[in-house]
């Protein structure tokens, strides 16, 4: 079965209301009302009031041209050619080139009447105005992508689960059976919940943040630190104790991944490994230098996933 989006039943809704509103007020070319409309109808309400402006725009400029190079010329078909080689660079300078299309059908219908006139003008700039405003009022309503979003949190904070765990079984074992898809998976997913909370924001237009967004952007910053902790971990070479205290360390990250802040008591918990750590005797070879160079690394990568979370101030999400 085929899924039917919101976009589509709008736009199902507002081309023949357009027809309806456009017939009613007796203007020509009523038909093209639907055209507009369905031009018009966008997946954000930002969106849409921007493509709406930039159509108009677009058209006034566009009558302009063609009604100057039609009187002055001719009402010809090479014209039509010439308004566009004029018209389109001018939308590409002014950084309106959505209007191009929406600006052709009104240029057309002063083509097809061969003539110019205020009446003529007026009817495109109705006809103009019922198209785009059907959409407008249509694109008001937005479905809330709130469950999409916290569905790809809790499948994020899963992965970001796994990865933690594995590395601590990795760490406390040295056994490695992962697969690692979930690396891939979880890159999938942010991609997935950017381009997601980015919509959102843009649905409301008061509103310039989204607690989402942040979030997604917080964990997008924590996953490369994770990518970068794996082949440094492989480089590690520490005593079965340090092992065992980092290893315990990521097991209890793993257990509390979830949109609330506890990084405070983790980073609390990393001071002390460290410690621990600085207690240890000095290096007095070069291989044992870079294994505790490496280990500290580790150390420093932790602490700044952990700082990450700690910065994120969680909101009702």
Request: hydrophobic share 45%.
């Amino acid at each position: 079965m085929f899924k039917v989006g919101s976009r589509t039943i709008k736009t199902a809704i507002g081309a023949p209301v357009a027809i309806m509103i456009a017939q009613a007020l007796q203007l020509d070319n009523a038909i093209s009302a639907a055209i507009l409309t369905i031009l018009c109808i966008q997946v954000t309400r930002q969106r849409s009031l921007q493509t709406a402006w930039y159509r108009f725009y677009a058209c006034m400029i566009g009558i302009a041209v063609a009604g100057l190079l039609f009187e002055l010329i001719a009402y010809n078909p090479l014209v039509i050619g010439l308004i566009l080689i004029v018209f389109i660079p001018i939308t590409v300078k002014l950084g309106i080139t959505e209007g191009i299309i929406t600006s052709t059908v009104i240029i057309l219908h002063l083509y097809g009447e061969g003539a110019l006139s205020v009446s003529i003008v007026l009817n495109e700039i109705v006809l103009l105005t019922v198209g785009l405003g059907v959409a407008l009022i249509l694109n008001m309503y937005m479905p809330s992508l709130d469950s999409e979003l916290e569905k790809i949190r809790d499948e994020l904070e899963e992965n970001f689960s796994k990865i933690l765990r594995e590395i601590a079984n990795y760490l406390k074992t040295g056994e490695y059976y992962w697969s690692g898809h979930e690396i891939t998976e979880t890159a999938r997913l942010i991609e997935e919940a950017n381009e997601l909370a980015s919509r959102d924001v843009e649905n409301h237009l008061l509103r310039r943040h989204h607690p989402f967004y942040h979030y997604f952007h917080m964990r997008e910053k924590q996953f490369d630190i994770l990518e970068r902790m794996l082949p440094l971990i492989s480089r590690v070479d520490a005593t079965e104790d340090e092992y065992n205290y980092i290893g315990e360390l990521f097991e209890e990250l793993a257990d509390h991944v979830h949109p609330g802040n506890t990084a405070v008591k983790y980073l609390e918990k990393l001071n002390q490994i460290r410690k621990k750590f600085n207690k240890e005797d000095l290096p007095d070879d070069r291989e044992t230098f870079e294994q505790r160079a490496n280990l500290y690394l580790l150390l420093n990568e932790i602490e700044q996933y952990l700082i990450l979370k700690r910065s994120y101030k969680k909101s009702d999400i």
